[in-house]
């Protein structure tokens, strides 16, 4: 079906965290399983050019798409239900739009005019909401932030205009809000929502769908209400309770007929929807067999946010096996609570990270996997420690380190200055702007063979991941780590950067220097993931 798309905005109301993204997500699946295509992006409202700089303590995880792009952890989530690749063009932000705005009136292009947030800033974000998606047959765009925030003004404004210009036969604004229940009152309620909804309607928009979230769904009494005062049809009013786990939000969503009424609101003959997948999905998770238990030795153990996709890989791996993984997150600053897990878990995991903050406990949570071939794996800042902890244990290199912790003698890991994207040269140094400026996106692998990388990948002889990080072990320590038992499994097609090792006389021990967590989805589950959880398993049935 090639038509100009459909547009649905999602925008949320009340309070912030009630799940935005996965709603769009949601909704995006949704439409699949009705046989149409789509595309989702993200408007974000803050001013950073992209998240890669922000503490992820304050936003979550940075979300890298195969294009390079440092995205917000939503877009892992459109990836994770849709299985769409989503790009580095499918997050928009303040920051983008207004240095590319201000470059053009550098340039000139706008001589003659004063620059305003009316008409450029908004014609800049309509340009990009229509740019790239012609082949798809909706575009389901969420607005970040709550209304009534400043910084969302000029995308909701364009987002009124364009729904002016494509008509209502080819845009709809789904409002998602909160129901918070009253204890005293023994009720939910609706005035939240009712001044979320005035206030878009201030600005020009009337929602045709609300979304409302509350922890146990509501009465009828409650949709007769908010459709009277939000005047919005009853039909169109979705009832979202909290749900134990995200995958079932796609077939809660079409309990409510939010499909149906969509197709019906846009004109479009949808008769057959196919929900299998999802159905099969559910009753797997419902039934696991057993349960192992993951020790994520990292830094944010208190913010998960910042894991959401290793987390979720965590999670399709078990489901893949028919395990519930009890994931205990550890953070390795605590070297106390460090030592006293170690020994209860089935595998190990040391994620990506940054600074020397907590790195004694996660060469101890490394140590502890090598020495006692507990089932581990490393991603990206974990295989860096993989190598310093090798080459001071193994070669006896005790100043081995990394540049990123300072200058040593024994750089191990080292800042990497030049490499190739592609055909091209990629030039880097140490003075160099934080933002975008590390090895990002997908980057091809070749595998040894024979390894248990090999293995893993099914004999692939080539793959491709995403990468995230600034440092690179250093080539000129291989043969002499090899020669100890760590082999490099992985390397970039030029042999000239280490993707990937294992310990030869370990059942189970990879570290890769890419994240293989970003590509693992329910229906794919990332293979590293599920070999790892497999060795756990094999492990724990070994030992009881
Ligand atoms: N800090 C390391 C680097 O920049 C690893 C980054 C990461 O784990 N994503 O190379």
Redesign the pocket.
């Known amino acids: 079906m090639t038509t100009t798309p459909r547009f649905i905005f999602v925008t949320g109301g009340v309070v912030s965290s009630v799940g935005k993204g996965i709603a769009a997500a949601s909704i995006g699946a949704l439409l699949q399983a009705r046989g149409f295509s789509v595309r989702l992006r993200k408007l974000e409202p803050y001013i950073n050019i992209d998240p890669g700089t922000i503490n992820p303590y304050k936003h979550g995880e940075v979300y890298v798409t195969n294009d390079g792009g440092e995205t917000d952890l939503d877009l892992g989530h459109y990836e994770r239900f849709t299985s769409v690749p989503t790009r580095a063009t499918d997050l928009l932000t303040t920051g983008k739009i207004y240095s590319s705005v201000i470059a053009r009136e550098r340039r000139g292009d706008y001589l003659g005019s004063d620059i305003q947030v009316v008409p450029h800033i908004t014609d800049e974000i309509k340009h990009f909401v229509l740019s790239e998606v012609n082949d798809v047959d909706f575009v389901i765009c969420e607005v970040g932030g709550t209304v009534g925030d400043i910084e969302s003004l000029p995308f909701l404004e364009a987002i009124r205009q364009l729904r002016n210009e494509l008509g209502r036969e080819h845009s709809v604004n789904i409002h998602l809000t909160l129901l918070p229940y009253i204890a005293s009152a023994g009720e939910l309620k609706t005035k939240p929502s009712q001044h979320s909804v005035r206030e878009l309607r201030n600005i020009g928009i009337q929602p045709e769908f609300l979304i409302c979230r509350s922890a146990q769904g509501f009465e009828e009494v409650t949709r007769k209400k908010l459709a009277l005062f939000c005047n919005v049809p009853e039909k169109h009013i979705v009832d979202a309770p909290d749900v134990p786990w995200i995958y079932q939000i796609p077939l809660n969503f079409h309990k409510s007929d939010l499909d149906g009424a969509l197709c019906r609101y846009f004109n479009i003959n949808s008769s057959t929807v196919n929900l299998t997948p999802w159905h099969d999905l559910i009753t797997q998770w419902q039934n696991p067999v057993s349960t192992v238990c993951m020790g994520v030795f990292g830094k944010y153990a208190h913010f998960l946010e910042a894991y959401k996709s290793l987390q979720e890989a965590i999670s399709h791996a078990g489901i893949a096996r028919s395990l519930k993984i009890d994931v205990r997150w550890i953070d390795t600053e605590n070297e106390e609570l460090t030592r006293k897990t170690l020994p209860g878990v089935d595998a190990i995991i040391v ?5 020397t903050r907590g790195i004694q406990g996660k060469l101890e949570a490394i140590r502890y996997a090598r020495e006692n071939k507990i089932p581990f794996l490393g ?4 295989m ?1 420690l993989v190598i310093i902890e090798a080459a001071r244990h193994l070669l006896g290199l005790q100043n081995a380190s ?1 540049t ?1 912790f300072g200058e040593t003698s024994e750089p191990v ?1 080292a800042l990497m200055t030049e490499w190739m994207q592609g055909e091209q040269l990629q030039r880097r140094t140490t003075c160099e702007n934080m933002g975008g400026t ?2 990002l996106g997908a980057y091809p692998c070749k595998i040894v063979s024979g390894t248990c990388l090999s293995e893993v990948y099914a004999g692939e002889k080539e793959i491709s991941e995403r ?6 072990v250093n080539m000129a320590y291989k043969d002499r780590l090899e020669e100890v038992g760590l082999r490099f499994s992985g390397l970039s097609p030029d042999g000239e950067l280490p993707e990937a090792v294992e310990y030869t006389d370990h059942p189970w021990f990879i570290a890769v220097q890419y ?1 293989p967590e970003f590509k693992s989805r329910p229906f794919s589950p990332h293979p590293l993931f599920v070999h790892l959880v497999q060795a756990a398993w094999a492990k724990k049935e070994s030992t009881t």
């Open positions: 994620p990506g990270g940054f600074g991603i990206c800042f974990g860096q990394s990123e890991v590390m090895r990468h995230r990080h600034r440092y690179e994240h």
